[in-house]
């Protein structure tokens, strides 16, 4: 049961994410362009690997694009 558990809001996350990324392509190019600089690449010259914490610690905007999409839309009362 622990697996499951927080998969619906994580799902919510996502959505809202991808939603303002639409809504907003400014800033949608602006995390691309930060995944670039860390060489972590997109599309079909992906490889799947997991990030480090370093990586994800030097990911400064988008942190602060996902902080800000828990702040407009809270999934969690």
């Known amino acids: 049961m622990a697996i499951t558990a927080g998969t619906e809001t994580t ?3 996502l959505a809202w994410f ?3 990324m639409s809504k907003y ?5 602006r ?3 930060e995944l670039k600089e860390h060489d972590i ?3 079909d010259n ?6 480090s914490l370093e990586t ?3 990911l400064v905007y988008c942190d602060c694009v ?5 702040r407009l839309a809270p999934v969690a009362g």
Do not use: C, N, W
Not at 25 to 29: I, N
Not at 46 to 51: G, M, N, P, Q, T
């Open 41 to 43: 690449l997109m599309g």
């Open 11 to 13: 799902a919510k996350v």
């Open 66 to 70: 996902t902080k800000e999409v828990l």
């Open 25 to 29: 392509p400014r800033v949608q190019q």
């Open 46 to 51: 992906a490889h799947s690997s997991l990030l």
């Open 18 to 20: 991808i939603f303002y």
């Open 31 to 33: 995390i691309r362009q």
């Open 56 to 58: 994800l610690d030097s």
